[in-house]
C-alpha cells in the first residue's frame, strides 16, 4: 500500500485560496476590474482586438480567456476578437531559437498588435522577461496595457495602464485569483456588449 494522503495539505491549500480571495477582493480592486471592463468594451465597439500573454499557468489562462472572448462565457453571441499569443508552437519555436526566449511576446506584439487593441499581460511575479518585452513593445505601438500579477506587482505594474493585483505571493493562489477577476470580467464585457 502507497503512502497515505495527509488531509491537512489539501486543508492548508484551501485555507491559502480562502485568505487570498478575501484579500484579493476589495471594494478598490472591484474598482480596478470595473475599469478593465470598461476598456475592453471600449476597445470591442470600436473594432479593436485583445492580445492576451503569459507563461506556464499563465499562458493557460490566457488562452483560457481567449476562448472566453472568440467563443462565449454564458451567452450565445457574436464572436469578439482575442489572440492568446502563447499558441502557435511554429512562431514561439522561431522566435525562441532565432531572436530569444525574451522576444517570443514582443514580436507577436509588433506583428499583430495596433493602437486602440489591448495587452493582457499575465506574470505571477511581475518580472517574466517576455511578458515584460511584450508590454514595452504595447506602449510603443499606442496599445492599451492590462497587467494580471501577484501582490507586490514587479517590473510589469510600471508598463501597465490598469494592473489587478492579487492579494498573495503564492503563485498558485496568484492564478487562482486571476482566473476568477478574468472570468468576472468576461461575464461583465459580455452583459454589456449582449444584454438579455
Known sequence: MGAKLDRSILEMHIAGHEAALKGTFSLENIKVLQEISDRLVSAFQHGDKILLCGNGGSAADAQHIAAEFIGRFKRER?????????????????????????????????????????????????????????AKKAKELGLIVIGFTGKNGGNLKQLCDLTFFANSDQTPHIQEMHITALHAVSEAVEDVLFPS
Open 78 to 134: 457574436k464572436s469578439l476578437p482575442a489572440i492568446a499569443l502563447t499558441t502557435d508552437t511554429s512562431i514561439l519555436t522561431a522566435l525562441g531559437n532565432d531572436y530569444s526566449y525574451e522576444a517570443i511576446f514582443a514580436r507577436q506584439v509588433e506583428g499583430l498588435g495596433v493602437r486602440g487593441d489591448v495587452l493582457i499581460a499575465l506574470s505571477t511575479s511581475g518580472n517574466s522577461k517576455n511578458v515584460l518585452g511584450a
